[in-house]
C-alpha cells in the first residue's frame, strides 16, 4: 500500500482556480501511475484525470479537459492537479489514487491505494 495524502481544497467562487495535492510516503510512488478521481453528494466517484510515472502521458475526463492539468514531481513524491475556470458542478470530494500498470485507465478498480480526499466546493 502507498499512503497518500491529499490537500489543497477548500471553498471558491465560481471562475476561481485551486490547486490540489497528493503526497505519498512510499517509494513506489514514482514508478506508479497517478489519478485524481471526484465524488459529489449522492453521486459515484468518478474519474478526473491521470498521469504516467514519467509526466509524458496524460488523460483528461472530458468534462475537466482544458480547464484542469494534471502533474507530478518525482523527487517530491508529490501529484497535482491545477483547477482553473471552476464551476459549481466540480464541487466534490476529490481522491488521488496510484495504480501500478503501465496504461493509463480511468478504471478506479485498477488503482490500488487511495488517499483519504480533500472537499472542493465550488459556489456560485
Known amino acids: 500500500q502507498e499512503p497518500l495524502v491529499e490537500s489543497g481544497g477548500g471553498l471558491v467562487q465560481a471562475g476561481d482556480s485551486l490547486r490540489l495535492s497528493c503526497v505519498a510516503s512510499?517509494?513506489?510512488?514514482?514508478?506508479?501511475?497517478l489519478g485524481w478521481f471526484r465524488q459529489a453528494p449522492g453521486r459515484e466517484r468518478e474519474f478526473v484525470a491521470a498521469?504516467?510515472?514519467?509526466?509524458?502521458?496524460?488523460m483528461y475526463a472530458d468534462s475537466v479537459k482544458g480547464r484542469f492539468t494534471i502533474s507530478r514531481d518525482n523527487a517530491k513524491s508529490t501529484g497535482y492537479l491545477e483547477m482553473n475556470s471552476l464551476k459549481p458542478e466540480d464541487t466534490a470530494v476529490y481522491y488521488c489514487?496510484?495504480?501500478?500498470?503501465?496504461?493509463?485507465?480511468?478504471?478506479?478498480?485498477?488503482?490500488?491505494?487511495w488517499g483519504q480526499g480533500t472537499q472542493v466546493t465550488v459556489s456560485t
Open positions: 498521469v504516467r510515472w514519467s509526466g509524458g502521458e496524460t
Open positions: 489514487a496510484v495504480n501500478p500498470f503501465l496504461v493509463l485507465t480511468a478504471e478506479e478498480g485498477q488503482y490500488v491505494a
Open positions: 512510499g517509494r513506489a510512488f514514482n514508478s506508479y501511475a
